[in-house]
């Protein structure tokens, strides 16, 4: 069994920071792209940022050069360094990451519960 849990949502002013953290916890085998989404009520899920194994990153347009994704390989963690917030990043933030099972032989896709950030003065 593995989950997702994430954790690092909160209130936050605009201009301000936060910093989001997932953990792949259970019988991991390996964990490759790890993604951070976010929704919005009423608005469809987006990707917001993305990050390889190898370290190779994307980001939405949205949040480029606000937003950092990293990862600790090691600890099976992901971060999202989230500065300069405006409430357009008000939303449900979820962690998605494509896991091997220990011994397993295929590749599925997990998510978070979700961790609630909040952009508001």
């Known amino acids: 069994q593995v989950q997702l849990v994430e954790s690092g949502g909160g209130l936050e002013q605009p201009g301000g920071s936060l910093r989001l953290s997932c953990a792949a916890l259970?019988?991991?085998?390996?964990?490759?792209?790890m993604r951070w989404y976010r929704q919005s009520p009423g608005k469809q899920r987006e990707v917001v940022a993305r990050?390889?194994?190898?370290?190779?990153?994307r980001y939405a347009d949205s949040v480029k050069g606000r937003f950092t994704i990293s990862r600790d390989n090691a600890k099976n963690t992901i971060y999202l360094q989230m500065n300069s917030l405006k409430p357009e990043d008000t939303a449900v933030y979820y962690c998605?990451?494509?896991?091997?099972?220990?011994?397993?032989?295929?590749?599925?896709?997990?998510w978070g519960q979700g961790t609630q950030v909040t952009v508001s003065s």
């Open positions: 998605n990451a494509d896991l091997l099972v220990r011994g397993g032989s295929s590749w599925d896709e997990y």
């Open positions: 259970g019988n991991i085998g390996s964990v490759n792209i």
């Open positions: 990050i390889t194994r190898g370290g190779i990153t």
